[in-house]
């Protein structure tokens, strides 16, 4: 297989820097804040509203959490305690005030040794900012901001049961940069309900002019269980059918790298340097401590979730107990799949010699013919050390995903 694309990307995703083993005995640390002020209608996350008198009484359990954590990873002979990331996600994180994230931030650092120059995220709603609180999460050491745009049309956004406004998120990117913030992303939603392409061409030349470093691009996603569901099946709302939103991507794709993005993830473009180190952890399966309610961990062989209500997580901690809900054991088999499926998700592919070098196995023993039909139909491509999907494979992922599933 031959590839023609001229895209070029970050030095620093092509070749790594660390071996994988050293790699593999680091991990990134995740903390999940349920909080929002409303539940937007397409959200399935472990979220809540109404229940922020709860802040201070969660955030010391998660203190608490951290703490064990910690102590859990020391006890591992160091191995997990080194941490290259720190995310706070949810939830709407930036309800939270400047004292909580800066004791958050302390115990990190306090309970692992958190690399000098760690990439600290925390997510936010444009429509909970302040310039005051801006600056003092800086000053706190969250130096990513990821903001949940949506989009820049009022109706849409309306639609979603968002609480900011366009001009709410303008504000917001202007107050970040005052604030000293030179690494931002914002996310945006197409495939949403009466949403045009010229809706769409908008609000990416809106984000545009605000300069972001990083821009993640989602379909919407119609969960059971969200008011979305509930609407579409009732005939109340209908999503962008599937051509419109294959378009609606090629679009953003073609627009974005001739403003020099780069599409290092099929959802994700940066500009060179900026990609997310942290969600990077995930696409290379690499190891994770999920701290909070329903978080999630992977490390050692090992999958853990955490109780997903957070009173229920609060007693937990306050009993000294560990909040887990649920364990597996991931399988030589099944890491070895899910190395390459989530690798398979970014931009640059499949590192083949790094997969020989942590399994001992080469790729192509480990997929014997699985992939054939995918190959001859152009949904893979090889060049050099590098598998990656082709243009055509970015769009129908999954079927080739599915085939490196285990039976």
């Known amino acids: 297989m031959t590839i023609s694309s001229t895209i070029q990307f970050p030095q620093a995703l092509l070749e790594p820097t660390e071996s994988i083993q050293h790699l593999l005995e680091t991990a990134s640390l995740y903390l999940h804040i349920p909080f929002c002020h409303t539940r937007c209608y397409y959200c399935d996350f472990n979220t809540y509203a109404g229940i922020l008198p709860l802040r201070e009484p969660y955030i010391r359990a998660l203190l608490t959490e951290i703490a064990l954590a910690g102590e859990m990873a020391q006890h591992a002979g160091g191995v997990w305690r080194r941490s290259r990331t720190i995310f706070f996600g949810g939830g709407t994180p930036s309800l939270l005030s400047v004292s909580q994230i800066a004791r958050l931030l302390d115990a990190c650092h306090n309970a692992f040794a958190v690399d000098e120059d760690a990439e600290i995220t925390l997510e936010a709603n444009p429509g909970t900012l302040s310039q005051q609180q801006l600056a003092g999460i800086r000053t706190a050491g969250i130096n990513r901001l990821s903001m949940g745009a949506q989009s820049f049309d009022a109706a849409l956004l309306k639609t979603l049961g968002r609480i900011h406004s366009p001009s709410d998120i303008t504000q917001a990117v202007h107050w970040a940069r005052a604030a000293g913030f030179t690494s931002l992303n914002l996310d945006f939603m197409f495939g949403l309900p009466d949403q045009t392409m010229q809706h769409w061409r908008e609000t990416l030349n809106c984000a545009l002019d605000l300069h972001p470093e990083h821009l993640s691009l989602y379909s919407l996603i119609i969960e059971e269980g969200t008011p979305f569901y509930t609407w579409a099946h009732e005939g109340r709302i209908t999503a962008g059918d599937d051509d419109l939103c294959a378009d609606m991507y090629e679009y953003a794709d073609e627009l974005l790298q001739s403003a020099g993005y780069i599409n290092y993830e099929i959802s994700n473009w940066a500009l060179p340097g900026h990609h997310s180190r942290h969600n990077l952890t995930y696409w290379q399966n690499l190891p994770y401590i999920g701290m909070g309610a329903g978080a999630y961990s992977s490390f050692g062989g090992q999958r853990f979730s955490n109780v997903r209500e957070p009173q229920q997580y609060i007693r937990l901690l306050n009993a000294q107990r560990l909040p887990e809900a649920e364990s597996e054991i991931v399988g030589r088999e099944?890491?070895?799949?899910?190395?390459?499926?989530?690798?398979?998700?970014?931009?640059?592919?499949?590192?083949?010699?790094?997969?020989?070098?942590?399994?001992?196995?080469?790729?192509?023993?480990?997929?014997?013919?699985?992939l054939q039909l995918v190959e001859k139909v152009g949904l893979l491509e090889q060049a050099g050390e590098w598998l990656r999907l082709s243009k055509r494979g970015r769009l129908l992922g999954n079927e080739v995903f599915l085939r490196l599933l285990p039976d």
């Open 334 to 370: 099944q890491e070895m799949s899910e190395t390459a499926f989530l690798a398979l998700r970014t931009a640059m592919g499949l590192h083949l010699p790094t997969f020989y070098a942590r399994f001992t196995q080469s790729f192509a023993q480990f997929v014997g013919d699985r």
